[in-house]
């Protein structure tokens, strides 16, 4: 079986966000970039189907040298080859349309990609894949199998979970539950040492058209005032939710 896992590029939750160029355009200056948490989740599930079932694992992003670090730590945590798009990611659209490349080239079974990256929170590149891949998708996935060319899911829906099966090629959308937090890897010297020696492609694009494209980003509003309210005194909390919040 041939594994495909897609990898977002994405700062790490703890860096400051700063915008540039009349805030149309994200600082990357002193950020800590990551491989995105949905994609760790399925790049330690497809390690699993490696160890189990003898399943080659190979990574992708589509991103400019910059990215190449994240890529050398899915490497590191066991991914057999890498493989990087050389082109900016500018939108989902576009994204999707540089994978669907790799994957028609690759002729991979199955392709894990998280259910949504943590810094635009798209959540469209799986199933726009899927699309122009014309393989079967299972988003917000949670469990998975294979068997031969069968695949069994469990994904989250309103209120609990649906168990699916599948035939392969499929994308699944993955995120926390695929495996636990406890289960996640964390490269050790030796697999930083092989990873140095395992090849990292980097591919033309297609050059895809992007769909759209962020005009300027805004910071939250920053947290106004709080009043703190005796926990014996109901009524006065009753009329601040009420008269001040609107809350009620």
């Not at 810094?119 to 998975?144: E, Q, R, S, W």
């Amino acid at each position: 079986m041939k594994i495909l896992v897609c990898i977002s590029h994405v700062p790490d939750t703890t860096s400051k966000i700063n915008f540039t160029e009349g805030d149309s355009q994200f600082d990357k200056n002193g950020v800590q970039f990551v491989i995105n948490p949905n994609d760790e989740f399925g790049l330690t599930r497809a390690m699993w189907f490696k160890e189990k079932q003898g399943a080659s694992v190979d990574v992708v992003t589509v991103g400019e040298a910059d990215v190449e670090p994240t890529l050398r730590k899915a490497l590191a945590i066991g991914a057999d080859n890498a493989i990087r798009v050389n082109t900016p990611a500018t939108d989902g659209f576009q994204v999707a349309k540089e994978l669907a490349k790799v994957v028609e080239d690759g002729k991979y079974d199955l392709i894990i990609a998280g259910r949504e990256s943590i810094d635009y929170n798209g959540g469209m590149v799986p199933g726009m894949l899927a699309k122009l891949i014309k393989a079967n998708f299972i988003n917000t996935c949670v469990g998975l199998e294979i068997e031969g060319d069968k695949a069994t899911a469990t994904r989250e829906i309103d209120g609990g979970k649906e168990t699916l099966s599948a035939n392969l090629p499929l994308v699944i959308g993955g995120q926390k539950g695929l495996v636990e937090e406890s289960d996640l890897k964390i490269p050790n010297m030796r697999g930083i040492m092989m990873a140095r020696k395992k090849p990292l492609n980097v591919v033309d694009p297609v050059n895809a058209e992007a769909k759209t494209e962020a005009v300027k980003f805004a910071k939250p509003d920053p947290k106004g005032e709080v009043k703190l309210v005796d926990a014996d005194n109901l009524d006065e909390l009753i009329d601040l939710l009420h008269n001040d919040a609107k809350a009620i």
